[in-house]
């Protein structure tokens, strides 16, 4: 018996030494947050257009 969990065993390693595949998405996710907040502090910032201020003419 012995003998068949140790050949067992090397055909397929033990899955609790593995990450499970929830952590290592939830790792994925925080990465791709982490990269997209990145990306929104290095663009640069768009300051608005100013606007001619629209001269009136002069009554009086």
């Keep these: 018996m ?6 067992l065993r ?3 390693p033990e899955t609790k030494s593995r990450p ?9 996710l925080a990465q ?3 990269l997209r907040r990145q ?3 290095d663009r ?3 300051t608005p257009i100013r606007r001619r201020a629209i001269r009136r003419a002069k009554t009086g």
């Design 2 to 7: 012995d003998t068949l969990h140790r050949v």
């Design 10 to 12: 090397t055909l397929r």
């Design 20 to 28: 499970d595949h929830f952590t290592v998405f939830r790792e994925f």
């Design 32 to 34: 791709l947050d982490a």
């Design 39 to 41: 990306a929104m502090l």
């Design 44 to 46: 640069p910032v768009k």
